[in-house]
């Protein structure tokens, strides 16, 4: 290969491992600015908390939203559902949902806290709290899927086991009639019911600033190799011929 072909193909390599880089890092400022955002959306429904009714979960036009709700109803007889991986100060566990019928509105899934796995992985039981009751919690997005692969839920001795919060599955498994809103109840931590749990939104995946973080990574690889094919081009020009 001549001086001239390896030189061309020398900068065609490291324009396309720049560009794939300065792509990766807006890609992380990107997630950045989107949990960002989503943090600060429902930070402002936690300080105003003005009520909506449960029926609220359903509505199309604000899957994506928060809102703080409030309404009557009960425990639907379906066992519970686990969702499996779920780390809660640096232990691992499960977090237990359970479908709920409110007064108004259609079945939806509440968010009941988090439960510690022993090391032998044994399941809890979950039990259905009985009667009418009145929640209160943060109506938000299901946590993120990730790559869907599979049904993504199990059978077990209890209940369900699930990799993800799959609604349409999680109602076709069940054997709901109508669909589940696409939005989760995320009860009170005040609330006398269920497990621990709080509010953040973000406990098992990676914070703002952690993708920022990424993202500075990500440019000063692509600056690098930039710099490395500036250097390497400065040199083969002043050496001899």
């Known amino acids: 290969m001549s001086h001239r072909s390896s030189f061309v193909l020398l900068w065609l390599l490291a324009i396309a491992t720049t560009a794939l880089f300065a792509s990766l890092g807006f890609w992380q400022l990107g997630r950045e600015h989107e949990k960002q955002s989503m943090l600060d959306a429902a930070a402002q ?107 993504g839920l199990m059978r077990t001795d209890h209940g369900w086991l699930l990799t993800r919060v799959d609604m349409p599955a999680i109602a076709a498994a069940t054997g709901l009639s109508v669909p589940l809103a696409p939005r989760v109840l995320r009860l009170d931590p005040a609330m006398d019911l269920g497990f621990e749990r709080d509010l953040e939104l973000l406990a098992n995946t990676l914070p703002p600033a952690k993708h920022r973080g990424y993202a500075v990574q990500w440019f000063g690889l692509a600056l690098t190799v930039l710099a490395t094919a500036l250097v390497l081009t400065f040199r083969r020009s002043r050496s001899p011929r």
């Not at 105003?48 to 009557?72: E, I, K, M, N, Q």
């Open 45 to 151: 429904v936690l300080t105003t908390r003005a009520v909506h009714s449960l029926a609220a979960a359903a509505d199309p036009a604000r899957v994506d939203d928060y809102d703080w709700a409030v309404g009557r109803g009960e425990f639907d007889a379906r066992p519970e559902l686990l969702l499996d991986n779920q780390q809660r100060d640096g232990r691992v566990g499960v977090r237990a949902y359970r479908i709920f019928l409110p007064e108004q509105g259609g079945p939806l899934l509440v968010d009941l806290g988090w439960l510690p796995l022993p090391g032998d992985r044994t399941l809890p039981a979950v039990p259905r709290p009985g009667g009418e009751i009145e929640l209160r919690g943060l109506l938000a997005p299901p946590p993120s899927t990730g790559i869907s692969l599979g049904r």
